[in-house]
């Protein structure tokens, strides 16, 4: 089964950069469309981001939108969460995942697998 792993997170200011990274143990990204959620303990999972699908652009999180920029490095296997100008309310486990071509546009948790560990995002105010 193809592992999702990511890296890159740690402890910011807020205002600061960070670039997460997920990378797939295999080419699973290449007929899935990989995605970004986050989660804060006691919370449900919550969607960030998604590649876009044909001509379709990626889609945010409107508390992320701006900020936020999903990208995919397609010989390396890896997708990355570019996270500019952030917020202590970004401070969350961020989790890669992907999705069906299909399930395109939605957002629901439900829809995406398989699921990485999780990077830890902590941002100080």
């Known amino acids: 089964q193809v592992q999702l792993v990511e890296s890159g997170g740690g402890f910011v200011q807020a205002g600061d950069s960070v670039r997460l990274s997920c990378a797939a143990s295999g080419r699973i990204f290449d007929d899935s469309l990989p995605g970004w959620f986050r989660q804060a303990p006691g919370k449900e999972r919550e969607f960030v981001a998604v590649?876009?699908?044909?001509?379709?652009?990626?889609l945010y999180a409107d508390s992320v939108k701006g900020r936020f920029t999903i990208s995919r490095d397609d010989a390396k296997n890896t997708v990355y969460l570019q996270m500019n100008s952030l917020k202590p309310e970004d401070t969350d486990l961020y989790f890669c995942?992907?999705?069906?071509?299909?399930?395109?546009?939605?957002?629901?948790?439900?829809?995406?697998?398989?699921w990485g560990q999780g990077t830890q995002v902590i941002v100080s105010s």
């Open positions: 995942t992907t999705t069906s071509c299909s399930k395109f546009g939605s957002t629901d948790a439900r829809v995406f697998g398989p």
């Open positions: 590649e876009g699908w044909r001509d379709s652009s990626p």
